[in-house]
Each structure stands twice: as structure tokens, then as C-alpha cells.
């Protein structure tokens, strides 16, 4: 696992719950907002991410939906200067994946496959993130689909609307 991307997942959850932070009128490090997607930032080392909830959550097992527990459900695009991190894509599903799995990410009928370990999941390189960034900037919706350790099926829809001004704004924000 890249060292880095842990740190943002669990800077961002030590920082509290970002699920209850992103909607919630006031937070200490949310810097902005805009639609769908809200920025926050965290020192030492210095990072900003721009991050969402999904709009809405579909979990199946045998073709059934079920009602399961999840913890946060957050798609992220990170920013971290010292470790030279610009757009980094990140999600967490809220439960353990299934060992050995993927998940894929699908923005405007392109279809991504993000590595998974523990909670978290992300694209294999740097050039993919930046291919993934793009497409959310042109997107409408991105759709994560994975499998949790328990085999249930997950599918989260996440607007895209505020991405590219979030997504800017993380950036800018940790320029300099």
C-alpha cells in the first residue's frame, strides 16, 4: 500500500467524521464548498482534499438488496505538496473490501479499476489519478463498484457537480 494515500484516508477520518462534516454548516478545516463537493484542509504536513458523500448507495448479495451497516462512504482528490501528491483519487466504501479485490470506478462510460486494501481503494499510478480527475471534471456522476469482505455487492453514485471548482480550490489552496 502507498504510505502517502494511507495518511490522507486516516488524517481525514482523525480529523472527524467527514461524511457528518461535509454536510454540516460549520467545520474547523473545511475551507470551502460548492454543490455536491466541500474542501478541507489539514496541517502538518500540509494537504487538502476535496471530498464527497454519495447521493445515493445500492448494497446487494445474491442479486438481493440488503440493508447493511457501513462507516463513511467518501470519494476524495488530495493534495499534498511536500510529498509532491497533486490529485491524488481515494475512496473509502465504509467496510472492509473483499481480499484480493478491485473496485471500479466508472465516470462518462469510462471505467476505472482502483486497488483495494482494508477500507480504502485507489488507481495504480499517478497518471491514472490524473485520467480519473479529468473525466470527474467532464462527468456528471461517478459510480464505485466493489465487493466487501462479507461478499455483499456496493454500488455508490456520487455527483460530480462542484468537482472541478473543489477539485481547483484544494488545489490552490495547497500551492503554497
Known amino acids: 500500500m502507498k504510505t502517502g494515500r494511507t495518511f490522507t484516508l486516516i488524517a ?3 480529523l472527524g467524521s467527514l461524511a457528518s462534516s461535509v454536510t454540516a454548516q460549520e467545520s ?11 474542501v478541507f484542509e489539514g496541517t502538518d504536513p500540509k494537504e487538502c482534499w476535496a471530498v464527497s458523500a454519495p447521493k445515493e448507495t445500492v ?3 445474491g442479486g438481493q438488496a440488503v440493508s447493511v451497516r ?7 482528490v488530495t493534495f499534498r505538496p511536500d510529498q509532491s501528491v497533486a ?8 467496510y472492509p ?16 479499476e482502483l ?20 473525466a470527474m471534471k467532464r462527468g456528471s456522476e461517478a459510480v464505485v463498484t466493489a465487493r466487501s469482505a462479507r461478499g455483499t455487492q456496493t454500488k455508490d453514485t456520487f455527483s460530480l457537480l ?5 477539485i481547483e480550490q484544494a488545489e490552490s489552496n495547497c500551492a503554497g
Do not use: C, H
Request: proline residues 3%; negative net charge.
Open 12 to 14: 481525514a477520518l482523525m
Open 87 to 94: 490529485g491524488e483519487v481515494s475512496f473509502t466504501g465504509g
Open 70 to 76: 457501513r462507516g463513511d462512504i467518501l470519494l476524495f
Open 115 to 134: 486497488f483495494t486494501e482494508g477500507e480504502y481503494a485507489w488507481p495504480a499510478t499517478p497518471a491514472d489519478d490524473q485520467k480519473i480527475v479529468t
Open 162 to 166: 462542484g468537482v472541478t471548482a473543489m
Open 28 to 38: 474547523a478545516n473545511r475551507v470551502a464548498a460548492d454543490t455536491d463537493w466541500a
Open 59 to 61: 448494497n446487494t448479495r
Open 97 to 112: 473490501f473483499a481480499d484480493g479485490s478491485t473496485a471500479t470506478l466508472e465516470v462518462g462510460g469510462t471505467t476505472f
